[in-house]
């Protein structure tokens, strides 16, 4: 006798706490349409996985059984779907009170409408129109013709509230006087100072360099500072992101 298989079969159902639901059905997907609360499904003799609404599970090889186990302290109301096939779900849900304005029953003007219905439209935002934009590369720049035994400031730490990109530097060092480049919270009190973090030191020999390992990611909080042995002019040039 041959069993005809269905392309598409949904159940529905209340499943109490702590207890199961069996479907036994071949299939390759099976789909979570909508749950009070969440579920965990058992494909076959596998183990149980999380299982809620809006989760599709899709599979090579067929199954021939699914469990749905309510791991909650209270009933759960489901509506799930298996099909040989894909299943997809394409309606959008959101929660919120779209209010009506009656333009003869006074009160809220369209303004405070269009204000309450523009909380529900944030609330559907996902995390890419919400992302913190970034600027275009090296928009901010750097360049300092003299050092001095004081620290000199290139990415002020009180700008670099969300971290901060180095894309480029490029020095020339004199001879007659030695600095060293830091990344830290504060500035340095010289170019030996062992308590900041130096990322270059020069030796006092008059070369350009350029700093390696760029782009370098700066943490929130921390600038990048120049400060010499002595007095003198060089020529430092940078570029940089805030983020």
């Given amino acids: ?6 392309r598409y079969q949904s159940y529905s159902g209340t499943i109490a706490a702590g207890d ?16 009070s609360d969440d579920l965990e499904i058992v494909i ?23 469990q749905l186990h309510n791991p909650t302290a209270g009933p759960v109301t489901f509506l799930i779907a298996t099909a040989m096939g894909k299943v997809d779900d394409n309606r959008l849900t959101a929660s919120g009170n779209l209010k009506v304005l009656d333009p003869g029953a006074g009160g809220e003007s369209f303004a405070d409408v269009i204000a309450s219905q523009a909380d529900i439209l944030a609330m559907m935002q996902n995390d890419e129109d919400q992302r913190v934009g970034v600027n ?26 969300n971290g901060a990109i180095l894309r480029w530097f ?3 060092s004199n001879t007659s006087s030695n600095h060293a480049v830091y990344i830290d919270t504060a500035a340095p009190s ?21 700093l390696e390992g760029l782009p ?6 921390h600038g990048l500072w120049v400060i010499g042995s002595t007095a003198d002019s060089i020529r ?5 992101d805030l983020l």
Avoid: W
């Avoid at 010289?190 to 350029?210: C, F, M, N, S, V």
């Fill in 44 to 66: 076959d003799d596998g183990s149980r996985s999380f299982f809620t609404a809006g989760i599709s599970m899709e599979f090579d090889e067929p199954f021939s059984k699914v």
């Fill in 1 to 6: 006798m041959e069993t005809k298989i269905t």
């Fill in 136 to 161: 275009s590369l090296g928009q901010s720049n750097f360049m300092l013709n003299s050092i001095s035994t004081s620290a000199s400031v290139l990415i002020d730490p009180s700008l670099n509230t």
């Fill in 216 to 221: 370098l990611g700066i943490p929130s909080g």
């Fill in 190 to 210: 010289g170019p030996d100072d062992a308590t900041k973090r130096r990322i270059y030191y020069t030796l006092g020999i008059a070369e350009h360099y350029q």
């Fill in 236 to 240: 430092i040039q940078g570029g940089f």
């Fill in 170 to 172: 490029r020095g020339f």
């Fill in 20 to 35: 199961t639901f069996a479907i036994n059905r071949q299939g390759r997907s099976v789909t979570c349409l909508s749950a």
